[in-house]
């Protein structure tokens, strides 16, 4: 299963809404998740099952989606939040190509 | 407190072998699935392998019939036993643990294959 997401890079600024979508190359129900990745470090998991948040994330980044397709909102950008994401499917694990959100 | 710690990597030419560890604390390897992801350099995260609680594994294409993930529940560690290395097999790779999704990822190690 192939996981396309877009785009691959996004320049915005801290407090804007920005959505980041994974395409799924054939239905997977509900089974992906999202993950941020510092420069350096692993990758942190934000939202499993398209769209529960994972324990400790703040409130500001939400899922939806399902089927094929999926997309994660950050609503209100911080400046923490600034960082490459990644979208995977546990079908069969792959991974998207990622995002990198940079500071306009 | 949940952790997972990898160890292993380093420098190998082509055609070597390595063997990574992954010492997990606060769980028990046998009740989770536990994964081995990958991330050549300034490349995004490539899924290589999977063990499941039953003890049935899975890989990656690009690794099929030259990497083997096991684990020791005794020393609650899992392995993956990387042959026949090739030059873009160079990444850091992670262990991480979960049942889909992966809730926990280890800081990484190195490897490098290069002549």
């Known amino acids: 299963i192939q996981m396309t997401q877009s785009p691959s890079t996004l320049s915005a600024s801290v407090g804007d809404r920005v959505n980041i979508t994974c395409r799924a190359s054939?239905?997977?129900?509900?089974?992906v998740a999202w993950y941020q990745q510092k420069p350096g470090r692993a990758p942190k998991l934000l939202i499993y099952?398209?769209?529960t948040l994972e324990t400790g994330v703040p409130s500001r980044f939400s899922g939806s989606g399902s089927g094929a397709e999926f997309t994660l909102t950050i609503s209100g950008l911080q400046p923490d939040d600034f960082s490459t994401y990644y979208c995977?499917?546990?079908?069969?694990?792959?991974f998207g190509q990622g995002t990198k959100v940079d500071i306009k | 407190e949940v952790q997972l710690v990898e160890s292993g990597g380093g420098l190998i030419q082509p055609g070597g072998s390595l063997r990574l560890s992954c010492a997990a604390s606060?769980?028990?390897?046998?009740?989770?699935?536990m994964s081995w992801v990958r991330q050549a350099p300034g490349k995004g995260l490539e899924w290589v392998s999977i063990?499941?609680?039953?003890?049935?594994?899975d890989y990656a294409g690009s690794v099929k019939g030259r990497f083997t993930i096991s684990r020791d529940n005794s020393k609650n560690t899992v392995f993956l036993q990387m042959n026949t290395l090739r030059v873009d097999d160079t990444a850091v790779y992670y262990c991480?643990?979960?049942?889909?999704?992966?809730?926990?990822w280890g800081q990484g190690t190195l490897v490098a294959v290069s002549s």
């Open positions: 991480a643990r979960g049942l889909g999704a992966l809730d926990t």
């Open positions: 606060g769980f028990s390897v046998s009740s989770i699935y």
């Open positions: 063990i499941y609680t039953g003890g049935s594994t």
């Open positions: 054939e239905n997977i129900s509900m089974w």
């Open positions: 099952r398209a769209s």
């Open positions: 995977q499917q546990y079908n069969s694990y792959s």
